[in-house]
C-alpha cells in the first residue's frame, strides 16, 4: 500500500462498512428487482421475457470488463471520488431504463448503469477491506459484502411488492433516489481510503498464472453462474408469481443475511478452505432439493432457506482466500473477483434460456447445482496446487515490472 492504513474507531468503521453496504445495496437491487418483475418489464416493453433477461447479461459484461479496467487506468484516483462519481452515472443509467419507452431505451439505460457499477462494485469491496486491521477483514468483507445480500432479502422482494401495486418503474425510480443519498453519505464518511501501488495491464493478468487465484476466480464465476440461474428465472423455477414469489424471494434472502453474518467470523476462525466448503455443498443440496419440491409452496420455502443461508455465506470464503494469497496484490485479485462474478451472472440467462427452450423449468437448478460443484471443486483444487507455480508466477509478474520500468 502506498499510504498508512486510517486508525478508525470501532464504530467509525463500522459506520463506513455500512455505507459502502447500502452503495452495494442499491447496485445490487438494481440487478435483482429484475427477477421478480421480468414478465410486467417484457409485457410493458412488447417483448419476450428472455430479451430482458438478457440485458442481465448485456449489464454484467460490461461491468465484467470495465471493472479492471477502471483500476488500471485510474489509479491514483481518490476512491472516494472514484465511488461518488459511479453512483451518480448508476443513478442516470436507473433513471433512463426506468423511464424508457422502449427496449431500446431501457437497454441503453442499463449500459450506461453498467459504468457505475464497475467503478462501485470491487472498489468498495476493496475499501471496506483497506481501512480494516487485518484480523477483521473478513468481518469487514462480510459487513459490506450484505449489500448484494440485502439486495435479494430487501431489494427484490420489496421491488416486487412495489411493482404489484404500481409499475416496475416505480421501484427503479426510488433505487435511483436513494442511490444519490447514499453517494452524498459516502463523500462525506468514506474518506482517506488507502490507494494500492499503481498496477500496469500486463502485470494485471500475470497473476493469472498463479492457481490460487485462478481457481478460486474460476470458482466465483461457477458458482455466480449456478446462483443467478435460479434466481433470475425464479418465477419459472417456482411456478409462482406477485405476492408470493416475493414472500419466496424475501425468506431466501433473510436467510441470505443470516449466512452472511455468520460466514465472517467463522472464516476468520476456522479458516476459508473449512468453511467455503462445507456452505458450497449445502447450496448444492438446496438446489437439487428445489428441482425435487417443484412447485410446492411448503417444500420450496424450505429449500429457500437453505439455499439463502448457503448461497451467500460461501462468496466470503471465496474472497478471503484471495485476499489472502498475496496482500502485495490483494487489490488486482479482488477486482478480478469482481470481473469473474459479473462473467457468471452473464452467463446465467443464457444457459436459463436454453433449459426454459426444453420446457422443462426442472433442469434450471439442476444446472445451478452442477455448476456449483465444479465450482467447489475448482475451489479446492486451488489449496493443492504446487507452490512452485505461484514463485514462478510472482517472479514474472516482478520481472514484468521490470522490463516495463526499463
Given at each position: 500500500m502506498t499510504s498508512i492504513e486510517p486508525s478508525y474507531s470501532r464504530a467509525g468503521l463500522a459506520v463506513r462498512w455500512m455505507v459502502l453496504a447500502f452503495a452495494l445495496f442499491l447496485i445490487g437491487t438494481n440487478s435483482f428487482i429484475i427477477a421478480g418483475v421480468l414478465p410486467q418489464i417484457a409485457r410493458d416493453l412488447r417483448v419476450p421475457a428472455t430479451d430482458v433477461g438478457y440485458t442481465i447479461t448485456v449489464y454484467s459484461i460490461l461491468v465484467a470488463v470495465l471493472a479492471p479496467?477502471?483500476?488500471?487506468?485510474?489509479?491514483?484516483?481518490?476512491r472516494t471520488v472514484l465511488m461518488t462519481a459511479g453512483l451518480a452515472a448508476f443513478a442516470v443509467g436507473v433513471v433512463v431504463a426506468a423511464l424508457a419507452p422502449d427496449f431500446a431505451v431501457f437497454t441503453a439505460g442499463r449500459v450506461i448503469a453498467s459504468l457505475g457499477g464497475a467503478a462501485v462494485v470491487p472498489t468498495a469491496t476493496a475499501a471496506g477491506a483497506s481501512i480494516t486491521p487485518p484480523a477483521r477483514r473478513g468481518q469487514a468483507i462480510a459487513v459490506v459484502g450484505i449489500g448484494f445480500t440485502a439486495a435479494s432479502a430487501v431489494g427484490a422482494p420489496l421491488g416486487t411488492a412495489i411493482a404489484s401495486v404500481s409499475?416496475?418503474?416505480?421501484?427503479?425510480?426510488?433505487?435511483a433516489a436513494l442511490t444519490l443519498v447514499i453517494g452524498a453519505a459516502l463523500a462525506l464518511v468514506v474518506r482517506r481510503v488507502p490507494l494500492g501501488e499503481p498496477i500496469t495491464l500486463t502485470r494485471r493478468f500475470a497473476i493469472l498464472r498463479d492457481g490460487r487465484i485462478l481457481l478460486p476466480l474460476a470458482t466465483t464465476l461457477l458458482v455466480a453462474a449456478g446462483f443467478n440461474l435460479v434466481f433470475i428465472f425464479s418465477s419459472a423455477v417456482t411456478g409462482q408469481t406477485g405476492v408470493v414469489l416475493a414472500v419466496l424471494l424475501l425468506i431466501y434472502g433473510v436467510f441470505g443475511i443470516v449466512g452472511n453474518t455468520v460466514s465472517g467470523p467463522l472464516t476468520d476462525r476456522f479458516g476459508s478452505r473449512r468453511v467455503g466448503t462445507a456452505f458450497m455443498a449445502l447450496e448444492i443440496v438446496a438446489l437439487a432439493a428445489i428441482a425435487v419440491v417443484g412447485h410446492s409452496v411448503v417444500g420450496l420455502a424450505v429449500a429457500f432457506v437453505v439455499w439463502g443461508v448457503s448461497a451467500f455465506a460461501s462468496v466470503i470464503p471465496i474472497q478471503h482466500r484471495l485476499l489472502a494469497v498475496d496482500p502485495r496484490t490483494a487489490s488486482v485479485a479482488i477486482s478480478w473477483f469482481s470481473t469473474a462474478l459479473y462473467v457468471g451472472i452473464a452467463v446465467?440467462?443464457?444457459?436459463?434460456?436454453?433449459?426454459?427452450?426444453?420446457?422443462?423449468?426442472?433442469?434450471?437448478?439442476?444446472?445451478?447445482?452442477?455448476?456449483?460443484?465444479?465450482?467447489?471443486?475448482?475451489?479446492?483444487?486451488?489449496?493443492?496446487?504446487?507452490?512452485?507455480?505461484?514463485v514462478t508466477a510472482a517472479q514474472e509478474t516482478l520481472a514484468v515490472d521490470a522490463a516495463e520500468r526499463v
Open positions: 479496467a477502471v483500476a488500471v487506468l485510474l489509479p491514483r484516483l481518490s409499475t416496475w418503474r416505480v421501484p427503479m425510480l426510488g433505487v446465467a440467462p443464457i444457459v436459463g434460456a436454453v433449459a426454459l427452450s426444453t420446457g422443462e423449468s426442472a433442469l434450471i437448478p439442476v444446472g445451478g447445482a452442477i455448476l456449483t460443484v465444479l465450482g467447489l471443486a475448482a475451489f479446492l483444487t486451488g489449496y493443492i496446487v504446487r507452490r512452485g507455480h505461484a
